[in-house]
């Protein structure tokens, strides 16, 4: 307790020791404070310290839940869990209810301990306390890049969002971004990169908060889509949500945003829907956008599809023929 006591108090922050025999599952209450004011922002934490609460090999924290689940769970205030690991003059946290969110009823919390997580003089005020009051954390450029190009996912998360939210006008946080998806297979990008990815042709769903684009940086990352190719088309398109394809509010809406604007849209969209050894539901989806620039001239692509047994494609052939448009949107 003595570190974790340390840490907060070292923030200029409060920290509400309980009493060992009034400890039902709490050991302590912080009180969140920034150049002496206070933030409103109180939580609970339980603590652990030592050796055999970390598993070297994996990296992992290991915190025992006995019988507090319940407790935990309907506790009033946030609640987190804090490894102490002496070795490394650390500690790890976890946010215990989340957890039990994705993990319901279990008896051991099991959390990589990363630099994401991280619980010391350093990261308590720019990573740790931001993230607990929902802002951006603090984080330099160079470091955010760094953990972008991290192998842990929250390391990774947590690169992305500070580059777009604190340096969305650097080239360096575009260059990594492309770097990314590039190197990435569709099923490990995050979808929240891909969101990032639509601010700069915009659509009417994305919320405008915090630094905007210039002009200067969204010509520059155009140019950076355009290289892309029917490689990265083909990779896009395979993130679209199958269940809700493309309409508001979701994955599809983004991508198609960032499809659309591509200097060569209309030529890789064809080349796609030729493309007869792609999946039917990749050509599906290209079929989709190339139909809201021309309907018309979807027409046949459709067809073709649904002769293949596409019965998706036969209803927006019957649909393009009775409005003579396609507006996934309206």
């Given at each position: 307790?003595?570190?974790?006591?340390?840490?907060?108090?070292?923030?200029?922050?409060?920290?509400?020791?309980?009493?060992?025999?009034?400890?039902?599952?709490?050991?302590?209450?912080?009180?969140?404070?920034?150049?002496?004011?206070?933030?409103?922002?109180?939580?609970?934490?339980?603590?652990?310290?030592?050796?055999?609460?970390?598993?070297?090999?994996?990296?992992?924290?290991?915190?025992?839940?006995?019988?507090?689940?319940?407790?935990?769970?309907?506790?009033?205030?946030?609640?987190?869990?804090?490894?102490?690991?002496?070795?490394?003059?650390?500690?790890?946290?976890?946010?215990?209810?989340?957890?039990?969110?994705?993990?319901?009823?279990?008896?051991?919390?099991?959390?990589?301990?990363?630099?994401?997580?991280?619980?010391?003089?350093?990261?308590?005020?720019?990573?740790?306390?931001?993230?607990?009051?929902?802002?951006?954390?603090?984080?330099?450029?160079?470091?955010?890049?760094?953990?972008?190009?991290?192998?842990?996912?929250?390391?990774?998360?947590?690169?992305?969002?500070?580059?777009?939210?604190?340096?969305?006008?650097?080239?360096?946080?575009?260059?990594?971004?492309?770097?990314?998806?590039?190197?990435?297979?569709?099923?490990?990008?995050?979808?929240?990169?891909?969101?990032?990815?639509?601010?700069?042709?915009?659509?009417?769903?994305?919320?405008?908060?915090?630094?905007?684009?210039?002009?200067?940086?969204?010509?520059?990352?155009?140019?950076?889509?355009?290289?892309?190719?029917?490689?990265?088309?083909?990779?896009?398109?395979?993130?679209?949500?199958?269940?809700?394809?493309?309409?508001?509010?979701?994955?599809?809406?983004?991508?198609?945003?960032?499809?659309?604007s591509l200097p060569d849209c209309?030529?890789?969209?064809?080349?796609?829907?030729?493309?007869?050894?792609?999946?039917?539901?990749?050509?599906?989806?290209?079929?989709?956008?190339?139909?809201?620039?021309?309907?018309?001239e979807s027409i046949s692509f459709?067809?073709?599809?649904?002769?293949?047994?596409?019965?998706?494609?036969?209803?927006?052939?019957?649909?393009?023929?009775?409005?003579?448009?396609?507006?996934?949107?309206?």
């Amino acid at each position: 307790m003595t570190f974790v006591r340390g840490v907060v108090e070292g923030a200029n922050c409060l920290f509400h020791k309980i009493d060992q025999e009034n400890d039902l599952g709490i050991d302590g209450l912080v009180e969140l404070i920034r150049d002496e004011e206070p933030l409103n922002k109180q939580f609970a934490v339980q603590i652990k310290t030592g050796e055999s609460y970390f598993d070297t090999a994996k990296q992992e924290c290991v915190f025992p839940v006995n019988n507090h689940y319940a407790y935990w769970n309907g506790y009033p205030l946030l609640v987190y869990g804090i490894v102490v690991v002496p070795s490394l003059k650390r500690a790890f946290w976890v946010d215990v209810k989340r957890y039990f969110k994705q993990h319901h009823n279990c008896t051991v919390i099991r959390f990589s301990a990363t630099e994401a997580n991280a619980f010391d003089d350093g990261s308590f005020t720019s990573i740790f306390v931001p993230t607990t009051v929902k802002e951006i954390p603090d984080i330099p450029l160079e470091k955010a890049l760094q953990l972008l190009r991290s192998h842990h996912e929250d390391e990774s998360l947590l690169g992305m969002l500070v580059l777009f939210r604190r340096f969305c006008n650097r080239r360096e946080t575009w260059d990594a971004f492309v770097e990314y998806f590039i190197g990435h297979d569709a099923d490990d990008i995050p979808r929240m990169l891909i969101y990032f990815f639509a601010h700069v042709p915009w659509h009417g769903d994305i919320s405008g908060f915090g630094e905007q684009l210039t002009e200067e940086t969204r010509a520059y990352v155009r140019g950076k889509f355009a290289s892309l190719g029917k490689t990265g088309l083909i990779k896009l398109l395979s993130m679209v949500d199958e269940e809700n394809m493309i309409a508001r509010g979701t994955i599809g809406q983004s991508v198609e945003a960032i499809v659309s604007s591509l200097p060569d849209c209309l030529t890789l969209l064809t080349e796609v829907l030729k493309d007869k050894a792609l999946p039917r539901f990749i050509r599906e989806v290209a079929g989709i956008i190339f139909a809201m620039h021309k309907p018309e001239e979807s027409i046949s692509f459709f067809q073709d599809m649904a002769e293949d047994g596409s019965w998706y494609m036969a209803e927006m052939v019957t649909h393009i023929k009775e409005w003579g448009e396609l507006n996934p949107y309206g």
